[in-house]
């Protein structure tokens, strides 16, 4: 069953915080208004470029994206 993004990015949680997809991770965990159930990446990386801030970056989305996309096969 494929998760969306939101419950993939949060198995990040938790690692060192040296890691940016360990902060981008507590970032999207604190923020109540992230697309929790989006699997869209253009919703996704609209929402980022207009919430990022230092822990919500571009980098680290493309990143996890990359890695989401790859295990989903999207």
């Known amino acids: 069953m494929k998760k969306s993004f939101y419950h993939y990015v949060l198995t ?11 902060r981008f991770s507590e970032a999207v965990f604190i923020d ?16 980022i470029e207009m919430q990022a801030d230092e822990y919500l ?3 680290a989305f493309d990143e996890l994206w990359e890695l989401y996309s790859v295990k989903y096969g999207l």
């Not at 990040?12 to 360990?22: A, I, L, N, V």
């Not at 109540?32 to 929402?47: G, R, V």
């Open 12 to 22: 990040f949680r938790g690692g060192e915080w040296s890691d940016q997809k360990s």
């Open 57 to 59: 970056t571009t980098t």
């Open 32 to 47: 109540p208004a992230f697309p929790k159930i989006s699997s869209s990446f253009d919703e996704l990386s609209s929402y």
